[in-house]
C-alpha cells in the first residue's frame, strides 16, 4: 500500500535521539529549549512552547486566552476534532464556520456574515481557531481586520502548515504570529516534521508565554519574578502553583528528533511542492478540482486533496474503495467536525455547513509525502484517472 503520509527517519535523527538516551536529562534538560529557539527563530515568531502533541498545545493555547465557559470558540467546520475539541475542554460552547469550495479553508464571507449576526444576537466569539488546510495558509489579513471589529482572538491550527510561507516573496512564514495570538504546529509522524508525538506553540507576547509554559506544566512556576508570594522567607525549594495546569511536556528524545528534522525543513517543502506540480500539470484537463490559494501563497502540502467534479456520493466512496483495493491509501481529511457523533449529541445536524458537507462528498486525499516515487507517484496518477 502507498500510504497517503509517512514519516522520513534518517541515521543523524537516530544519533541525535541516541545521544540524549546516554545524556544526563531525558526531559526538562536543555533540548526542549534548543528545539524551542530554533523553531521560533525559523518562522520568525518570539517564542516557542514544545508540548507533547498539537493537542495539547491547542488546549493550552485556549486556556492561555482565559477561553472559559460562557464563551464560545469557533473554527472551521473541515478540520480534525483537536481544533474544535479544545474550546470544549475549557468549558466553552463551539460553533463552525463553512468553507470556501476554491480554497477548502474557511470561507471569510461565511465568517463576516456569522459575525455580523452573532453580535446581534450578543454571542460574539472570543477565540477562532483557523486551520491552514493541507498546509495552505488562511487569508489572515482578511481575518486579523474582523478580529479587530470584532474584538476577538486568534488561535492558528497550523499543523499541516510548518514551513510554509503566507507569502512567497516576503518570506513571511506561518508561525510568526503577525496576525495571530498563537500559532500551534503539530509533529505527529503523519505532519512535515515528526518528534513522534509532540506539538508546539507560538508567540509573540511574552504574557502569553508565560502562560502556555504555566498550563503545560502543572500551572507551576520556578521563576521568582512571577511569584504571588514574595516572602524573603522563602527556600530555594519554594515554586508556585499558580493554575491549574497540566503535565503537557514534551521529553529531551522528542526534541532531539525534532531539531535534527528541523534540519531538513525546507528540503522537504520542496520535495513536496515538486510532487504537488506534478500532480497538477498530470491533471489538469480532467474533472477534478485542485486546492486554490491566493496569490503569492506557498503551501507546506502536507495534504494533496483533489476534489471529484460531477460525481455524485456514491461514486466518490466507490471510487475511493477502488483506489484502496489497488494498494493507494486514499484517505479523507474531513467529515465536516459537527458530523462527528459527540457533536451531533450538542445538537448539529445535516445541512449546517453545505460546502463542507458538499466537499466530504467529493474529496481524496492522494499519497503526499517526500519519500514518495516518482514511479509511485505516477502509479497513483494512472490509477484515479481511469476512474473518472
Ligand atoms: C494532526 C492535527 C491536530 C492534532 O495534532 P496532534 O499533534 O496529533 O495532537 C490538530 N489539528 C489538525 C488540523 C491536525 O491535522
Known amino acids: 500500500m502507498i500510504p497517503y503520509g509517512r514519516q522520513d527517519i534518517q541515521q543523524a535523527d537516530i544519533d541525535e535521539v541516541i545521544a540524549v538516551l546516554q545524556s544526563d536529562f531525558l526531559t526538562q534538560g536543555p533540548v526542549v529549549p534548543q528545539f524551542e529557539q530554533a523553531l521560533a527563530a525559523y518562522v520568525d515568531a518570539s517564542f516557542g512552547v514544545a508540548m507533547n502533541s498539537a493537542t495539547s498545545a491547542l488546549h493550552a493555547a485556549c486556556l492561555a486566552l482565559e477561553l472559559g465557559s460562557g464563551d464560545w470558540l469557533w473554527t472551521t467546520a473541515t478540520t480534525f476534532v483537536a481544533s474544535a475539541n479544545c474550546g470544549l475542554y475549557c468549558g466553552a460552547q463551539v460553533d463552525f464556520v463553512d468553507i470556501d469550495p476554491t480554497t477548502f479553508?474557511?470561507?471569510?464571507?461565511?465568517?463576516?456574515?456569522?459575525l455580523a449576526t452573532a453580535e446581534r444576537d450578543g454571542c460574539l466569539p472570543k477565540i477562532l481557531v483557523v486551520v491552514h488546510l493541507c498546509g495552505q495558509p488562511c487569508d489572515m489579513q482578511a481575518i486579523d481586520s474582523l478580529a479587530k471589529r470584532y474584538k476577538f482572538r486568534v488561535i492558528e491550527d497550523a499543523s499541516h502548515a510548518v514551513g510554509a510561507k503566507y507569502n512567497l516573496a516576503d518570506d513571511a512564514y506561518v508561525g510568526n504570529c503577525a496576525y495571530s495570538d498563537i500559532t500551534i504546529f503539530s509533529f505527529h509522524p503523519v505532519k512535515i516534521i515528526t518528534t513522534g508525538e509532540g506539538g508546539m506553540a507560538m508567540t509573540n507576547q511574552p504574557e502569553l508565554h508565560e502562560r502556555l509554559q504555566l498550563f503545560r506544566s502543572h500551572g507551576i512556576t520556578r521563576d521568582a519574578a512571577l511569584f504571588t508570594d514574595k516572602s524573603p522567607a522563602h527556600g530555594s525549594w519554594y515554586y508556585e502553583q499558580q493554575e491549574l495546569g497540566f503535565n503537557y511536556r514534551m521529553t529531551e528524545l522528542q526534541a532531539a528528533l525534532g531539531l535534527s528534522q528541523l534540519n531538513r525543513l525546507s528540503?522537504?517543502?520542496?520535495?513536496?511542492?515538486?510532487?504537488a506540480t506534478h500532480y497538477?500539470?498530470?491533471?489538469?484537463?480532467?474533472?477534478?478540482?485542485?486546492?486554490q490559494g491566493y496569490k503569492g501563497v506557498y503551501s507546506s502540502y502536507h495534504l494533496y486533496v483533489v476534489c471529484l467534479q460531477n460525481k455524485s456520493a456514491a461514486q466518490h466512496k466507490a471510487i475511493f474503495e477502488e483506489l484502496r483495493e489497488q494498494g493507494i491509501g486514499v484517505n479523507l481529511h474531513y467529515t465536516p467536525v459537527y458530523l462527528q457523533p459527540y457533536y451531533?449529541?450538542?445538537?448539529?445536524?445535516e445541512g449546517y455547513c453545505p460546502n463542507a458537507e458538499?466537499?466530504?462528498?467529493?474529496?481524496?486525499?492522494l499519497p503526499m509525502f517526500p519519500t514518495l516515487t516518482g514511479a509511485e507517484q505516477d502509479t497513483v496518477i494512472t490509477t484515479l484517472l481511469q476512474r473518472l
Do not use: C, M
Not at 267 to 275: D, V
Open 344 to 349: 451531533r449529541k450538542l445538537g448539529f445536524r
Open 267 to 275: 528540503g522537504y517543502i520542496e520535495q513536496r511542492q515538486a510532487i
Open 280 to 291: 497538477a500539470e498530470q491533471f489538469s484537463g480532467y474533472p477534478l478540482q485542485l486546492q
Open 358 to 365: 458538499a466537499y466530504a462528498h467529493s474529496a481524496i486525499s
Open 105 to 114: 479553508n474557511l470561507s471569510i464571507d461565511a465568517l463576516t456574515a456569522k
